[in-house]
């Protein structure tokens, strides 16, 4: 599944991974210039290389939003087969990351600027990336949902303060762009999550951290793979 925006003065792509119900993002401000790309999956490698080529991008920057624990990130394959800048977190423990980014620090390519936004509490390494109108959440808030916060020093209480101190401040028109969605649904928006998530229906951030020590998950299928496998940076030769 993809989904091909070309707004008047950028390239925005949203492609989904069916495995994990990853979406990675690939922007650009026009045909035949630089490129960036955020959460890829190891696996769709070619398929973005193919896609920057018909495009005739040049991929100049990599963005994971944390250390993932349910896919391999293509940070690394895609930076051995481009030479991009691999870009994390300040709070990473990636040992292979060309350039840690911390809360209000700017991400540029071209025209296109994000702005980070320090976002823990899925992981203690989550951040957000505002571009303009719209805003990349990794898995801090989701479609309906927000990423869980019972494993990789996850925390419900910093998970509350990213939400409701940060990124349901934005403008309610700005459009949430999330890491994942199990239901088919590409975008929202911040009015749209403030009223319609039911993880955000609380009155309290006892009242959160009862609703997410409650929820009762299993470990994601990848994570023991997945987890040091992004920490150590591997490549497909490597797994
Ligand atoms: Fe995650």
Same mark, same amino acid.
């Given at each position: 599944?993809?989904?091909?925006?070309?707004?008047?003065?950028?390239?925005?792509?949203?492609?989904?991974?069916?495995?994990?119900?990853?979406?990675?993002?690939?922007?650009?401000?026009?045909?035949?210039?630089?490129?960036?790309?955020?959460?890829?999956?190891?696996?769709?490698?070619?398929?973005?290389?193919?896609?920057?080529?018909?495009? &005739?991008?040049?991929?100049? /920057? $990599? +963005?994971? @939003?944390?250390? !993932?624990? =349910?896919?391999?990130?293509?940070?690394?394959?895609?930076?051995?087969?481009?030479?991009?800048?691999?870009?994390?977190?300040?709070?990473?423990?990636?040992?292979?990351?060309?350039?840690?980014?911390?809360?209000?620090?700017?991400?540029?390519? &071209?025209?296109?600027?994000? /702005? $980070? +936004?320090? @976002?823990?509490? !899925?992981? =203690?390494?989550?951040?957000?990336?505002?571009?303009?109108?719209?805003?990349?959440?990794?898995?801090?808030?989701?479609?309906?949902?927000?990423?869980?916060?019972?494993?990789?020093?996850?925390?419900?209480?910093?998970?509350?303060?990213?939400?409701?101190?940060?990124?349901? /401040?934005?403008?309610?028109?700005?459009?949430?762009?999330?890491?994942?969605?199990?239901?088919?649904?590409?975008?929202?928006?911040?009015?749209?999550?403030?009223?319609?998530?039911?993880?955000?229906?609380?009155?309290?951030?006892?009242?959160?951290?009862?609703?997410?020590?409650?929820?009762?998950?299993?470990?994601?299928?990848?994570?023991?793979?997945?987890?040091?496998?992004?920490?150590?940076?591997?490549?497909?030769?490597?797994?």
């Amino acid at each position: 599944m993809q989904f091909l925006i070309i707004l008047s003065d950028m390239i925005f792509k949203q492609l989904f991974d069916d495995k994990s119900s990853t979406y990675t993002y690939i922007l650009a401000s026009d045909k035949g210039r630089e490129a960036l790309i955020i959460d890829p999956v190891i696996e769709h490698t070619n398929k973005y290389l193919n896609v920057l080529d018909e495009l &005739d991008l040049k991929l100049v /920057k $990599v +963005i994971d @939003t944390h250390i !993932h624990a =349910d896919h391999v990130t293509g940070l690394n394959e895609l930076s051995k087969k481009t030479n991009c800048t691999k870009i994390m977190g300040e709070k990473s423990k990636s040992e292979v990351v060309d350039l840690h980014v911390k809360e209000d620090d700017k991400i540029k390519i &071209d025209n296109i600027e994000l /702005k $980070v +936004i320090y @976002t823990p509490g !899925h992981t =203690d390494c989550s951040y957000s990336y505002l571009m303009n109108d719209r805003v990349f959440t990794g898995d801090t808030l989701l479609i309906n949902g927000t990423g869980r916060t019972d494993f990789q020093n996850g925390s419900s209480k910093d998970q509350y303060d990213s939400l409701f101190n940060k990124l349901l /401040k934005l403008p309610e028109n700005t459009i949430v762009l999330p890491a994942h969605d199990y239901n088919g649904k590409t975008s929202s928006t911040i009015g749209s999550e403030l009223k319609n998530n039911p993880r955000l229906q609380v009155d309290s951030v006892d009242q959160y951290i009862e609703i997410m020590n409650n929820l009762n998950l299993a470990n994601p299928k990848m994570m023991d793979i997945a987890v040091p496998a992004n920490v150590k940076g591997l490549t497909s030769d490597q797994l």
